[in-house]
């Protein structure tokens, strides 16, 4: 990955640096990040010898569904903070930007709160019409075991 390192040589002339909407490429898992269109902003701030970054990375991000595996999009928008010393003199802002989005981007993406994800029997998204073969499942164990009693009791 492209590193950007923002170093103590950037604040010869003034104490503050200031970067907006810069396009933010990272590489990421393909299995769980489907396409990623990033911006990120940032503020850096001498403070003799310490210097303090803020920022936010923005945009928006697909993932798939856990449950339906439908390809979905998100709008993202992640802070981030760091500060280096002068002994370590320059630090990488695209790898703190890069952990923060991971850390922030959701374990078990869901299209939605409440999506209703697969049917197990026939593999129907049940977001977009009921299959009812839980319940026919559900009525035929009931049946059976209602057949089984009433064998038992002649
Ligand atoms: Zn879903
Ligand atoms: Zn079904």
Redesign the pocket.
């Known amino acids: 990955m492209e590193k950007l390192l923002v170093s103590f040589d950037d604040f010869k002339k003034s104490k503050k640096l200031v970067v907006e909407n810069k396009p933010f490429h990272f590489e990421y898992d393909k299995e769980i990040i489907k396409s990623a269109n990033l911006v990120f902003s940032f503020e850096a701030n001498k403070y003799d010898d310490v210097i303090s970054v803020t920022g936010t990375v923005t945009g928006t991000m697909s993932f798939e569904?856990s449950?339906?595996l439908?390809e979905?999009e998100q709008n993202i928008k992640i802070p981030f903070e760091c500060s280096f010393t002068k002994e370590e003199y320059e630090y990488d802002i695209a790898e703190e930007m890069r952990e923060s989005v991971l850390l922030n981007i959701p374990m078990k993406p869901?299209?939605?709160n409440d999506?209703k994800?697969l049917c197990p029997v026939c593999g129907n998204n049940r977001?977009e019409k009921d299959c009812f073969c839980e319940q026919k499942m559900k009525d035929e164990f009931v049946a059976e075991k209602w057949s089984k009693i009433k064998k038992l009791k002649i």
Do not use: A, D, T, V
Request: aromatic fraction near 10%; proline fraction near 0%; glycine fraction near 10%.
């Open positions: 569904c449950r339906c439908k979905f869901l299209c939605k999506c994800g977001n």
